[in-house]
């Protein structure tokens, strides 16, 4: 199971997600069984500026290998300066992002919108594989909307350009992330190109996944937001492609356990204050079927040092201890 010249642990990546796949989250799922991650998408024109934040975002260690770093932008060049400037970290891949639909991305010809000009498209891909010794992946979706829908020929282009693999979510740039994901626009691309696909899009459990592969006949599969909360979903996965069971479920403890452990990694990377802060929305999330759950994600909101998680923790083991 390889992309490029990188040996995969498995066939479940975690996708890209900002404010969410950071170092700490990283971690934690690659020790769940994801067999490669994505980091936060980093813009190409802040590394240009020697943005100091976007450098910390793109930081790896060992820990978490293989990765790429995802980077966002419209420029050639700028794209494969910044590309060049993240080798220091050692990144297995590089990543484009051609998928991402929020405005203040989509709206600065980024992101999905390049999705509208596949020929840019190929001459980022050519720029930054020129520039750099490892291998250029591309995040694409399936469209821009419903009057174009293009991912096999934005994957074709690609591929021609160096890419070394693609990922493909199955909905448009104006699906944002509402309705279902077609599944179908994966099995489109997967037939137009050589090169491995990944698959993208209502990834939910290990039966999904495994529908997924199935279907479309997608090299690996992406998960997102189904793993907000829930790092066990590598684990399932893993499980199902397996043996065709689902996992067993983490105990209390177990959670409990693995929301400490994430939580004090990132107060360790980012400091106490800014990792609290940080820490809110995962916490929140990591409740989610709990007793309690509406409760616990109001105090989750209130954090501020590692003691008020730690009581918090403490109610959530009382209330949802088993008998």
């Known amino acids: ?33 994801a067999g490669y991650a994505v980091t936060e998408m980093v813009s190409a024109k802040a590394l240009e500026y020697e943005d100091k934040k976007s450098f910390h975002i793109a930081e790896l260690d060992d820990k978490t290998r293989p990765v790429a770093i995802q980077i966002f932008g419209d420029e050639p060049k700028t794209m494969a300066l910044a590309a ?20 203040k991305i989509a709206g600065n010809r ?33 469209g821009w909307d419903e009057n174009l829908i293009n991912a096999p ?37 997967k037939q137009a190109v050589e090169i491995p696909v990944i698959g993208n899009g209502d990834v939910t459990s290990g039966e999904k996944a495994a529908q997924m592969l199935k279907d479309t006949g997608c090299d690996f599969v992406m998960v997102g937001r189904a793993a907000m909360g829930n790092p066990w979903i590598f684990d399932d996965i893993n499980q ?12 209390l403890d177990e959670r409990i356990a693995v929301i400490k452990k994430h939580i004090e990694t990132l107060c360790g990377r980012n400091g106490e204050n800014r990792g609290m802060r940080e820490a809110r929305k ?42």
Not at 240 to 251: I, Q, R, S
Not at 294 to 313: F, I, K, M, P
């Open 110 to 142: 980024s992101g999905s919108a390049l999705m509208k000009h596949p020929e840019l498209c190929g001459e980022i891909v050519a720029a930054i594989h020129k520039a750099v010794d490892v291998p250029v992946t591309v995040k694409i979706r399936k």
């Open 240 to 251: 199902y492609l397996k043996a065709g069971t689902p996992a067993v479920k983490p105990t």
């Open 282 to 323: 995962h916490v929140a999330w990591y409740f989610f079927g709990l007793k309690g759950a509406a409760e616990c994600r109001r105090r989750a909101g209130e954090l501020s040092v590692l003691d008020d998680l730690y009581r918090l923790l403490d109610d959530v083991y009382r209330m949802n201890q088993e008998e």
């Open 153 to 189: 020929a934005v994957a074709k282009i690609c591929e021609q350009a160096g890419a070394a693999a693609i990922a493909v979510h199955g909905r448009t740039k104006m699906q944002m992330y509402t309705g279902q994901a077609d599944w179908n626009s994966i099995k489109a691309v």
């Open 1 to 33: 199971m390889k992309i490029g010249k990188i040996k995969l642990k498995g066939k479940a990546i975690l996708a890209p997600m900002a404010g969410v796949t950071d170092f700490a989250y990283r971690e934690i799922c690659m020790q769940m069984g």
């Open 84 to 103: 060049k400037k993240l080798m220091k970290y050692r990144p297995d891949a590089i990543d484009i992002n051609m998928g991402c639909p929020v405005p």
